[in-house]
Structures are given as structure tokens and as C-alpha cells.
């Protein structure tokens, strides 16, 4: 473990904006984890296809893969807070009650929140890593357990969001990581964002993995394309140059974009490299663990 990184506990939530490859380093993650003797449970919500896609290119195969779909979450924490499953099914099928729900979003986040807490409870020796929501909503679900603690001063509902907060969402029983690019607006968002997360959530994040830094092209090599294509001599050579050249320019923007903008930052960044195809999860979980961040 690296000095810069603090060990991760049992449950860690892997948020990020759209798009920055969130759903690829928590299978790594997990993909790291099953190397040890107990494995790793993968949780996604919706209908789980971005997680399940990577899942089938990993070859050892022990990754437990949970999807939680919210009127299915819902439905599970229901027969607790209504104290029979006669009265639950009946009152989640009233249509006031379905309205109701539609109207008010939390009520499902917190349902399947406390269907993480589970699936952490049900398997005490694995890593159970979370697809979270993009980084802004996944803020505002974060603090749902908290307001819904505050709002629900008694009862089965309070203790429901009282769960939540102390076995799920407490420093010592989840970690949070975040994947961003190395782009400079994309860097400053996320900075603020986990300075967010620190502040409404009460956890700040343990990793902050910047995903798809271009890599250096080999010594000599742009060098080398310049003195061929001023010559003239291969065809080609200059749109191979002006690859190279792009390339070179976006390494030397990222670098200037990690060095200027994280500079005081109390998060040292995990770099993965960019790959010209998409990687699987063993090649993810290897560049986590050569950074020390798994």
C-alpha cells in the first residue's frame, strides 16, 4: 500500500461525472480484490448491462455480481417498515403510494442504499464495490440517509436511515472513489466535488483515480517521423506526424492539467493509462495495484 493511499474499507462507492469510466474501475476494483481468497461483490443499479458486459471478460470468474433496481429495493425494505408482507404489498400497491414514490426519489434511494448495506452484510469477508450515480446526483443520494434520519424523528423509518448512516455510510465502513479525466475543467469540477462530498457527506474520498492519461510515445520516436517526413521520401509520413504530434501535445496538456490543477490537493491522483482498446478488468485491477490504490 502506498503511503499516499489509505486502505480501503469493506464497502467503496465509485462515483464520477458521466462518461469518465466509472463502471470500468470499480469492476477493477473488484477484479482486485478477487485475487484474494474471499473475492468481491460488484453492486449496480438500473438493469446492471455496463457492469455484466465487462463481467463476462473476466476470466476467473469469482466476481458476485448484484443489480438493484429500485421498485425491487423498495419492495425488500417494505415489509420491515410496514411489519408484514400482506400490508407491504398492499400499500405499494396502492396507487396513492405509487404516485407518491414518483414524487419523491429519496424514499428509493434510501431503499436501495440500505440493499448495499445488505449485500455488504451478507458477505462480511468480500469487497463490495458500488457503480454509483454520476458524481453530483450521487452527492445528493448520499445525503439522503442523513435528511431522512433528521426528517423521521422516530419510528421504522427513522430507523431504517439511522442503519444506513451508521453501518453503511461512516468512514470506517465505506470508502469513496472517484474517477475523473485528466482534462483540466473536468479536474477542477471534480476537486470541488470531493471537497463537496467532505463537507455534505461527511466522507471524503480515499482515491481519486484520473482514467485515460494518454501515455508517452517511445524515446526518439516523434523525432525520428519529423526528420523522415522532411524528407518527403515515405508516403504517408506526414499524417503519421501529425498523429504523433497530437498525441505528444495532449500528453504534455494532461500533465500540465494534473500538475497545475491538483497542486495542494490532499488526494494524491491514481493515473491509469489510456488504451487503444477497451481494457478488461484484470489489466484495470493490475494498474490499480501497481499504483498502490487497490
Known amino acids: ?12 462507492l465509485v462515483t464520477g461525472k458521466g462518461g469518465v469510466g466509472k463502471t470500468t474501475v470499480a469492476v477493477g476494483l473488484a477484479a482486485a480484490a478477487d485475487a484474494s481468497a474471499d473475492g468481491a461483490v460488484v453492486v449496480e443499479f438500473g438493469d446492471g448491462e455496463a ?74 469477508g468480500k469487497r463490495v464495490v458500488v457503480d454509483m450515480p454520476a458524481t453530483g446526483h450521487g452527492i445528493a443520494w448520499l445525503r439522503v440517509a442523513d435528511q431522512m434520519r433528521t426528517f423521521a424523528s422516530s419510528g421504522p423509518l427513522h430507523a431504517l436511515a439511522d442503519r444506513v448512516c451508521t453501518d453503511l455510510l461512516a468512514p470506517d465502513r465505506s470508502s469513496i472513489v472517484v474517477v475523473t479525466l485528466p482534462e483540466r475543467l473536468v479536474l477542477q469540477e471534480t476537486l470541488e466535488l470531493c471537497d463537496a462530498m467532505n463537507t455534505q457527506v461527511g466522507l471524503f474520498p480515499s482515491r481519486l483515480v484520473v482514467n485515460r492519461f494518454p501515455t508517452a510515445l517511445p524515446a526518439q520516436a516523434l523525432d525520428d517521423v519529423r526528420a523522415l517526413a522532411a524528407t518527403g521520401a515515405v508516403p504517408g509520413i506526414d499524417e503519421l506526424r501529425a498523429v504523433m504530434e497530437a498525441r505528444h501535445a495532449a500528453l504534455a496538456e494532461a500533465d ?39
Do not use: Y
Request: charged share 20%; aromatic share 4%; glycine share 6%.
Open 256 to 294: 500540465a492539467s494534473l500538475r497545475d490543477v491538483l497542486h495542494g490537493a490532499h488526494i494524491p491522483p491514481v493515473v491509469l493509462p489510456a488504451a487503444s482498446v477497451d481494457p478488461t478488468p484484470a489489466e484495470v485491477a493490475q494498474w490499480l495495484s501497481s499504483e498502490g490504490a487497490a
Open 1 to 12: 500500500m502506498s503511503p499516499g493511499h489509505p486502505p480501503l474499507a469493506q464497502v467503496v
Open 51 to 124: 457492469g455484466r458486459r465487462l463481467l463476462r471478460r473476466h476470466r476467473r470468474g469469482r466476481i458476485q455480481h448484484e443489480v438493484i433496481a429500485p421498485q425491487e429495493a423498495v419492495a425488500r425494505c417494505a415489509v420491515p417498515l410496514f411489519g408484514s408482507a400482506l400490508l407491504a404489498k398492499a400499500v405499494l400497491g396502492n396507487f396513492a403510494f405509487k404516485r407518491f414514490l414518483r414524487a419523491t426519489p429519496a424514499v428509493r434511494e434510501l431503499a436501495m442504499l440500505e440493499c448495499v448495506r445488505l449485500v455488504a452484510a451478507q458477505h462480511p
